[in-house]
């Protein structure tokens, strides 16, 4: 099973929006709305964003919000702050005998 | 507040087996619906899921790791381990334990702070 494929970087300037692809197969993104994102400060253990595609956990910020469409799931931050700038993962569901693929990583960079 | 707190050895020579265990605080590991997951990161690469248990002692590998691996969990000590047998120097990584919620796949809400493995003789 292949890591999803996301961007290794995606760049914007404070206020802006930007949206992460996470693009895998119909084995595990097109056919489940189970895509998790995690957000990654260096040296620091992942934060969950998003999980079930689009829902927020308690606490997350409402500039973060999921989607999918066919085998690509996306991440969009809107009102994108210096904060914002980490390492982003996502993580799908693949079934009953591969379970869990993370993406491959995205970097985002505020300006 | 729920915590994970990762312990064991920093160092592995190649061809033994890693042990690592994970120590849950501010709950009980057996309340709720939740699984117990392994969660790996070579250094300056992406994740990789190892694992899960759920405190029935019911399991789920990955499939490239199966042959290798074995997660266990003891509730009495309100702990779930690690063994990855076997290693070689690409199983270097930040080691990460993480509940998963049970009703909802891969859905990873607690982290623990992760420990370093390094395999070199």
């Known amino acids: 099973q292949s890591a999803l494929t996301q961007p290794a970087s995606v760049s914007g300037s404070p206020g802006q929006s930007i949206t992460i692809s996470c693009t895998g197969t119909?084995?595990?993104?097109?056919?489940?709305?189970?895509v998790s994102w995690y957000q990654q400060h260096p040296g620091k253990a992942p934060k969950l964003m998003i999980y079930?595609?689009?829902k927020r956990p308690s606490g997350v910020s409402n500039r973060f919000s999921g989607s999918k469409s066919g085998n690509t799931a996306s991440l969009t931050i809107s009102g994108l702050q210096a904060e914002d700038e980490a390492d982003y993962y996502c993580c799908s569901y693949a079934g009953s005998s591969t379970f869990y693929v993370f993406g491959t990583g995205t970097k985002v960079t505020v300006l | 507040q729920v915590q994970l707190q990762e312990s064991g050895p920093g160092l592995v020579k190649p061809s033994q087996t890693l042990s690592l265990t994970c120590t849950v605080s501010g709950g009980s590991i057996s309340s709720g619906s939740y699984y117990w997951s392994w969660i790996r990161q070579p250094a300056g690469k992406g994740l990789e899921w190892i694992g899960r248990i759920y405190t029935s002692g019911s399991t789920n590998y990955n499939p490239s790791l199966k042959s290798r691996v074995t997660i266990s969990v003891d509730t009495s000590k309100n702990q779930f381990s690690l063994k990855l047998s076997s290693v070689t120097a690409a199983d270097t990584a930040v080691y990460y334990c993480?509940?998963?919620?049970?009703?909802?796949?891969?859905?990873?809400?607690?982290w623990g702070q992760g420990t370093l493995v390094t395999v070199s003789s």
């Open positions: 119909s084995s595990d993104v097109g056919s489940y709305n189970l």
């Open positions: 079930e595609g689009s």
């Open positions: 993480a509940r998963e919620e049970g009703y909802s796949y891969a859905t990873f809400d607690y």
